[in-house]
C-alpha cells in the first residue's frame, strides 16, 4: 500500500559557518491507518523531522514522497497545495483566531478550499459534535477550556478532510487527563483505516498510545517499533 507519507534518507543541514545537521539520514513510510509517535530528548530534532514530513521545510539531502509523490521538484505554490488540501496542523498552541467562533474557525480554511456554504456549515457543525464540542461551537477560543480549545484546532486541522494530520506536541499545554483524551481522540481519527497521523510527544506514557514510536537521537532514528497490543 502507498505511504501517505514517506521520507527516503532524509538529511537536513542549516547552511553557515559552522552548518547544523537537524536531521540525519532519515527514512519513515506511514501508511493510512497508522498513528506513529515520535518521541526523542529536547534537540532531538522532532519538529524538525515533522516540518519536513508536512512540506514545510525542504530537505538538504533526500526525497518527501505524498501518496507516492515526490515532492522535492515541485514549486512552493504546489506545496502550499498540497500542505492545505491533504496534510492537516496542529501545534502546542492552539492559533485558533479569537475573535472567531469554534465553528467560524473550522470554516475560514473551509471557505478557502470552496463549496456551498450551507455544506461547509452542515460539515463544520457535525466535525465538532463528533469531538464532543456540540455545546461550543458558537462560543470564542476565550470561552472554552484549554482541552476544548486544542480539540476545536484538531477539528480544524481535519476541516478539508486531510489523509495525514502532523501534530507537534499538541498535548504540551494540557493536563494529563486532557492529554490521554487527545491520545484517544487520534485513536479515533485514524481508526476508520483512510488516515494517518504523526505526533510528536516527549512523553513515553502518551506515546504508548500510538500504535508506533519513533525514536530519534541527534536527528537520527535510533528505534521504530510497534506497540504490543495489551
Ligand atoms: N533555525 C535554527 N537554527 C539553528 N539551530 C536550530 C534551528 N532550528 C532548530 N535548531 C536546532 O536543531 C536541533 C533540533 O531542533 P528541533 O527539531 O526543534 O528539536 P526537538 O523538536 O526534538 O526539540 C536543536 O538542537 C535545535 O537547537
Ligand atoms: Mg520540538
Do not use: W
Not at 537536513?12 to 491507518?33: H, I, K
Not at 498552541?93 to 475560514?108: I, M
Not at 456549515?121 to 455545546?135: E, I, K, S, T
Not at 494530520?165 to 483505516?193: H, K, Q, R, W
Amino acid at each position: 500500500m502507498t505511504a501517505l507519507v514517506e521520507a527516503r534518507g532524509v538529511t537536513r543541514t542549516l547552511p553557515g559557518a559552522v552548518p547544523v545537521t537537524l536531521v540525519r539520514d532519515v527514512s519513515l513510510a506511514v501508511g493510512p491507518g497508522e498513528f506513529v509517535a515520535i518521541t526523542g530528548p529536547s534537540g532531538s530534532g522532532k519538529s524538525s523531522l515533522l516540518y519536513l514530513l508536512g512540506l514545510l521545510d525542504r530537505p538538504t539531502t533526500g526525497q518527501v514522497l505524498i501518496e507516492g509523490e515526490d515532492t522535492a521538484g515541485l514549486s512552493a505554490g504546489a506545496l502550499a497545495r498540497i500542505r492545505r488540501e491533504r496534510i492537516g496542523f496542529v501545534f502546542q498552541f492552539h492559533f485558533l483566531l479569537p475573535e472567531f467562533t469554534a465553528r467560524e474557525n473550522l470554516l475560514v480554511p473551509m471557505r478557502r478550499a470552496g463549496g456551498e456554504e450551507a455544506a461547509l456549515q452542515a460539515r463544520a457543525a457535525a466535525l465538532l459534535a463528533g469531538f464532543g464540542l456540540g455545546d461550543a461551537m458558537d462560543k470564542l477560543p476565550e470561552q472554552l477550556s484549554g482541552g476544548m480549545r486544542q480539540r476545536v484546532a484538531v477539528a480544524r486541522a481535519l476541516a478539508n478532510d486531510p489523509a495525514l494530520l502532523l501534530a507537534d506536541e499538541p498535548t504540551g499545554n494540557l493536563d494529563s487527563a486532557n492529554a490521554a483524551a487527545m491520545f484517544d481522540l487520534f485513536g479515533e481519527i485514524v481508526a476508520d483505516g483512510r488516515r494517518s497521523i504523526v505526533v510528536v510527544t516527549h512523553d513515553p506514557v502518551l506515546a504508548g498510545r500510538a500504535t508506533r514510536q519513533v525514536r530519534l537521537v541527534d536527528g537520527r532514528v535510533v528505534s521504530d517499533t510497534a506497540t504490543v497490543p495489551a
